[in-house]
């Protein structure tokens, strides 16, 4: 029976226009990012009936992890709503630390890190801003956390809510793809992505969908 990892990023933040690394900042929720995530909740509810009536998980049985930062806890416990489960909070989801870098704008850190800034996005896994944590170091935490969730809930249904950066390098890894890589892939707020684990080979079925673009 194949297992399903149901990927989804917080919804938009209180600033969130504003284009700023706020990594390990607790920022909150915005009124538009619940809307949002209820949205993806009832998505999610469809999608994870149809996969039930298909026989392709196991009926009912919904698995949902959430980061401890208040913008995942809240676009988890809006998803929660439509499920009747607890999101269990799972610390190394947490986005990755900035170092020197949190709570600045795009803009900001050209100016003041020019240079360390253009070899970040030039390579994000060989350089890290001061203070902050690695790209190895972001893959290092979350992989213990997916290999684990999917060996103790096989055959089931499984929501993480994370963030941008976390789920970023979780698709890397999954999809077997250089960690250099990862601003190739897009994470838009409350977006989902689908993978099916046949065994341990990873199937990707959908990605960064945003439900609530089209509610």
């Known amino acids: 029976m194949v297992t399903t990892l149901y990927l989804v990023r917080h919804g938009v933040t209180v600033g969130g ?12 929720l915005a009124p538009e990012g619940l809307v949002q995530a209820r949205s993806t909740g009832y998505f999610l509810q469809q999608e994870i009936a149809r996969h039930n009536a298909n ?19 809240k676009t988890a416990e809006a998803i929660s709503e439509c499920f ?22 795009f803009t900001e ?9 253009q070899a970040w996005a030039d390579n994000p896994l060989e350089h890290t801003p001061t203070g902050g944590e690695s790209t190895r170091d972001i893959e290092r935490r979350t992989a213990g956390v997916l290999d684990k969730l999917l060996e103790e809930h096989q055959g089931k249904s499984v929501i993480v809510v994370a963030h941008g950066g976390v789920n970023r390098v979780l698709i890397c890894r999954i999809m077997g793809l ?7 892939i897009e ?4 977006a989902v ?23």
């Not at 026989?55 to 806890?73: F, I, K, N």
């Not at 250089?178 to 190739?184: A, D, Q, T």
């Not at 994470?187 to 409350?190: E, F, I, P, V």
């Not at 992505?193 to 089209?214: A, G, Q, T």
């Open 84 to 105: 009747g489960v607890l999101p269990v909070v799972h610390d190394d989801l947490r986005e990755r630390h900035f170092g020197v870098w949190e709570g600045l704008s």
């Open 178 to 184: 250089p960690l250099e890589h990862i601003f190739r």
């Open 55 to 73: 026989g392709q998980a196991d009926s009912g049985a919904v698995m949902l992890y959430t980061s401890p930062l208040s913008r995942a806890r």
């Open 109 to 117: 850190i050209r100016e003041r890190y020019r240079n360390a800034f």
């Open 17 to 28: 226009e504003e284009r700023r690394y706020k990594g390990s900042i607790d920022v909150p």
């Open 193 to 215: 992505s689908i993978i099916e684990f046949w065994e341990d080979y990873p199937v990707l079925k959908l990605m960064n969908y945003s439900p609530w673009k089209y509610a």
């Open 187 to 190: 994470q838009d707020n409350a």
